[in-house]
């Protein structure tokens, strides 16, 4: 029998931004343009890195640049805390930064392997030793990547809608036809949200449609939409215990899988949860959300980012503005090729359970509720 502690979600914290609302992740940051062996990457460094603790290097989504994807959640109150304490390094996918020049004519964009090798060029040029990822779609893959090719280098990774397969036949054959039927702006909005959010929550959708159709050229975002397409499978798979944990390949650093209970992802998700150590890997579902879970939940998102980085024993004295403790309780977990069985709370409002945290073990599935 294992103790588990349910705690509940309080009140929600505004986004910060600094006077006449300007953005505060725009303040002491350095840019980059760093030369690798595949091309440029266009980087942006905030602080410098402090001792020997990691940086948090972020990697964006398609349809997204580094801005689009995290500001809001490191905007907001509860990262502060986070970002006193880390350096942060934001990756722009080639192309893909604010006001980037359209590629030229016979511009190879990089592989999504390729991808991932330029990453540690860029952080040796930038002194960085080993970093703490947060990646989300096609970035989450990329860091996911590196993971595996530079087990050094990742201390551990946050992985929002992460989806570790190749496409099948059968999903080529659907993305050629909703190629020949849609724009690549609903193609891309289709990959962010799910039906029912494309016609329910329609001022965010709204919001990401103009900043994918007219912030970024349209020719660099199909370019990179299109190696994300091509991806190759994730070599991954869950060790058996006592037989080939040194062996397997899988990620050997601690990994926090997140996705909103509605997200198009989930099913991708849940596939990427069962081929990681369930000792190492929490999967974080976040209830009332869908795509883009650090856009639409920043505080909750914010929040677990606090236990997964004190997990790893940085920020001991972090506090947890947002959560209470409240009831305990004592159950045993179920094993499954989807990690330990969620499990849900009853009630309404907030006496609702909002997530379980276990003592002593890193394996759950954390339900998050409003």
Same mark, same amino acid.
């Given at each position: ?6 705690v ?49 290097l972020?990697?964006h989504?398609?349809g ?24 942060? $390094? +934001? %990756?722009d996918?080639?192309?893909? #930064? *604010? !006001?980037?020049?359209? /590629?030229?004519?016979? =511009?190879?964009?990089? &592989? ?68 020949w ?8 909005m ?19 449609? $103009? +900043? %994918?159709?007219?912030?970024?050229? #349209? *020719? !660099?975002?199909?370019m /990179?939409?299109s190696? =994300?397409?091509?991806? &190759? ?33 989930v ?65 045993s ?8 069985r ?15 945290i276990p ?12």
């Open positions: 029998m294992e103790e588990l502690h349910d509940q979600l309080t009140e929600i914290k505004p986004l910060l931004t600094g006077q006449n609302g300007s953005n505060l992740q725009d303040f002491d940051c350095q840019e980059h343009d760093v030369e690798t062996a595949h091309g440029v990457l266009h980087v942006t460094m905030r602080g410098v890195a402090k001792g020997n603790r990691p940086t948090i972020t990697y989504d398609v997204l640049n580094h801005k689009s994807c995290f500001n809001t959640l490191f905007n907001y109150e509860d990262m502060q805390e986070v970002t006193q304490h880390f350096s942060v $390094l +934001h %990756v996918a080639p192309g893909q #930064q *604010e !006001n980037a020049p359209v /590629f030229p004519a016979g =511009y190879q964009f990089p &592989t999504m392997d390729e991808l991932a090798e330029m990453l540690p060029s860029v952080l040796t040029q930038l002194q960085v030793k080993s970093v703490i990822g947060i990646g989300v779609g096609a970035g989450a893959y990329i860091l996911t990547k590196l993971a595996l090719n530079e087990p050094s280098l990742v201390d551990g990774l946050v992985l929002i809608d992460v989806d570790p397969c190749a496409k099948g036949w059968v999903d080529w054959a659907a993305s050629k036809l909703s190629g039927t849609s724009s690549l702006v609903d193609i891309i289709g990959h962010h949200f799910s039906s029912d959010e494309l016609t329910e929550n329609k001022e965010i959708v709204q919001t990401y449609r $103009l +900043h %994918v159709s007219q912030d970024i050229p #349209q *020719e !660099n975002l199909l /990179f939409y190696s =994300y397409e091509s991806r &190759t499978e994730l070599q991954m798979e869950r060790p058996v215990p006592g037989l080939n944990e040194n062996t397997v390949s899988t990620l050997r650093c601690p990994a926090l899988l997140v996705v909103g209970d509605t997200s198009p992802a099913d991708a998700v849940v596939e990427c949860n069962s081929r990681l150590n369930p000792t190492k890997t929490t999967l974080l579902k976040m209830a009332d959300c869908g795509g883009l879970p650090q856009v639409v939940q920043p505080g909750k998102l914010a929040e677990a980012f606090k236990y997964f980085v004190q997990g790893m024993g940085h920020m001991p004295t972090a506090g947890m503005t947002r959560l209470v403790r409240s009831r305990t309780h004592s159950a977990s179920v094993g499954s090729a989807e990690g330990v969620t499990r849900s709370a009853t009630g309404s409002g907030s006496e609702a359970a909002a997530c379980f003592q002593n073990r890193a394996v759950p599935t954390i339900e998050m509720t409003s």
